[in-house]
């Protein structure tokens, strides 16, 4: 903090004395400030360079910069900033990391694969533990939930049974009615003596205003949360969001997925009066794992990973040791910016190598990566069945845009796409062979594999992957196939258009 008061005096400083400067001279205001981004832009353009992103971001952030260049500045600079800053701000150290997750979660895990797992999925869950996702968990039982209202009412009945703690993390948490009913059962646990912690991302929960909050401080909840928007350290922190959805009751049922807390998640929204979502209910040795990520973000967002003790998360309350007599198993996979490589991106990529038949994803937002890219075209030519879910009515013109620049090498390719046309399709869903499934927070774009603090659920050769499969089929049905012969005869403008969003999406 005191380096940033002197940087900041600094500049103030240098300020005076340019404008004192201008002001005797004969260049004006207007030809100085230009002169001055410009040449902002090009140190920006050169830095860029030398950090050797993709050359898609490259591209994107030149072609910015050289248009328009103010914009491209302030831009770069709440957005842009290499992730390696963000870890030098986060303190957070690899040897830290490693240890407290082995204290949470590698002590209480058996390392065996399940002998009811069949080969493929055996092999599969070996190589994403190897790419950084965490242990193997049997004994686990995984309820798939469609859409909000059977969600929330499995959230807030599984609140009221609540005994010992409480822990809740939302991306977005509106104060509207389903939240403000969630809010208060909280505060009513917590007057019965239940231990109640609250953390929220302070971008997408930044409507949330003291009123609602206070009454739950008054209560005794712990209310926190991550990465202030209004702070210090806002031009480090404001591009890598939290996204994660997570509550934990007792240590012993975990809730994750697509839904945050909102009315438009039960279909009360003008705009989008169906909302096709889909969650999990997890019961059993897998809520370790769950509670150590929430533990993590928790630490970090109250003082600091390194200033705040792991001690009191020891007991066994948090890590009761509870088993459920399930089929098949589940591995929780975590990623964000402050991980060396793309976690999720990879345990996505290793999963639909695997497929033999099918490959079947819903996302509302699909800005792949171009090994992602590649890798579904070259899934649907060697012939298996590569199916793409997407909303009918999008939230986000640039996002819808910059999506439909990447459909026509699929369509080509044999992917079959669909367009759900009752609402917004918000589910972040891989199936692979009927066999394997992932269900979480992270979408199908470069924002979720590289930017926001993402994680998903694999579930192996259990009913819910059956329940899945049976969810995309009624989705398929209600919905509209994309065919290539339609796709390829639109507009000139709405290509050029679609060209434009491609060329920026690496910075959405």
């Known amino acids: 903090m005191k380096n940033r008061v002197l940087q900041l005096l600094f500049v103030i400083s240098v300020s005076t004395i340019l404008l004192m400067l201008l002001n005797r001279s004969s260049i004006s205001l207007y030809t100085f400030a230009g002169v001055v981004f410009f040449t902002t832009a090009v140190g920006i353009a050169f830095v860029i360079f030398i950090e050797n992103r993709s050359p898609q971001s490259t591209l994107a952030w030149f072609l910015v910069l050289a248009i328009l260049p103010i914009f491209g500045v302030f831009l770069y600079l709440l957005f842009g900033r290499s992730k390696w800053r963000r870890i030098k701000h986060?303190?957070?150290?690899?040897?830290?990391?490693?240890?407290?997750?082995e204290i949470l979660e590698g002590k209480r895990l058996k390392q065996e694969i399940p002998p009811s797992l069949t080969e493929q999925s055996a092999?599969?869950?070996?190589?994403?533990?190897?790419?950084?996702?965490?242990?193997?968990?049997?004994?686990?039982?995984?309820?798939?939930?469609?859409?909000?209202?059977?969600?929330?009412?499995?959230?807030?009945?599984?609140?009221?049974?609540?005994?010992?703690?409480?822990?809740?993390?939302?991306?977005?948490?509106?104060?509207?009615?389903?939240?403000?009913?969630?809010?208060?059962?909280?505060?009513?646990?917590a007057k019965e003596g239940v231990i109640v912690r609250f953390l929220?991302?302070?971008l997408g929960s930044y409507p949330l205003r003291s009123t609602f909050l206070q009454p739950m401080k008054d209560a005794g909840i712990e209310v926190v949360e991550f990465d202030p928007i209004l702070s210090p350290w806002l031009i480090e922190t404001v591009n890598y969001r939290n996204h994660r959805k997570i509550v934990i009751i007792d240590g012993k049922i975990?809730?994750?997925?697509?839904?945050?807390?909102?009315?438009?998640?039960?279909?009360?929204?003008?705009?989008?009066?169906?909302?096709?979502?889909?969650?999990?209910?997890?019961?059993?040795?897998?809520?370790?794992?769950l509670q150590a990520i929430f533990l993590e973000d928790w630490l970090y967002a109250r003082s600091g990973l390194n200033n705040y003790s792991w001690e009191p998360f020891m007991m066994k309350e948090y890590f009761p040791g509870s088993t459920a007599q399930a089929e098949g198993a589940v591995q929780i996979v975590a990623s964000g910016p402050s991980a060396n490589d793309k976690t999720i991106r990879n345990a996505l990529l290793a999963a639909m190598t695997s497929a033999k038949r099918s490959i079947w994803i819903a996302t509302p937002y699909f800005i792949p990566d171009q090994e992602t890219l590649t890798l579904l075209r070259l899934s649907a030519i060697a012939g298996i069945d590569v199916r793409i879910l997407y909303p009918g009515i999008s939230d986000s013109v640039i996002s819808d845009q910059a999506s439909q620049s990447y459909f026509a090498p699929l369509l080509e390719a044999g992917v079959s796409i669909y367009r759900y046309k009752d609402g917004f399709m918000h589910a972040k869903i891989v199936l692979i062979d009927d066999e394997v499934a992932t269900i979480g927070t992270a979408n199908m774009d470069i924002r979720s594999f590289e930017l926001n603090y993402e994680l998903i659920a694999m579930l192996y050769n259990s009913q819910t992957v059956l329940d899945i499969k049976r969810d995309f089929e009624q989705d398929f049905n209600d919905s509209t196939e994309i065919r290539w012969e339609v796709f390829q005869r639109r507009s000139l403008r709405k290509r050029m258009l679609e060209s434009l969003m491609r060329l920026i999406s690496p910075l959405l």
């Open 123 to 189: 092999h599969l869950t070996t190589i994403i533990q190897k790419f950084g996702g965490g242990p193997i968990a049997d004994e686990t039982r995984a309820k798939l939930l469609t859409n909000g209202e059977e969600t929330f009412t499995e959230i807030l009945s599984s609140i009221q049974e609540a005994k010992h703690h409480i822990h809740i993390q939302y991306y977005i948490y509106r104060a509207d009615e389903i939240g403000t009913k969630i809010r208060d059962a909280l505060i009513e646990k």
């Open 254 to 289: 975990g809730f994750t997925g697509g839904l945050n807390v909102g009315d438009e998640y039960l279909g009360r929204s003008k705009k989008y009066p169906i909302w096709r979502d889909s969650h999990l209910k997890l019961e059993g040795k897998a809520l370790y794992k």
């Open 90 to 101: 986060l303190h957070r150290s690899e040897e830290q990391r490693k240890l407290f997750r």
């Open 200 to 202: 929220f991302d302070d």
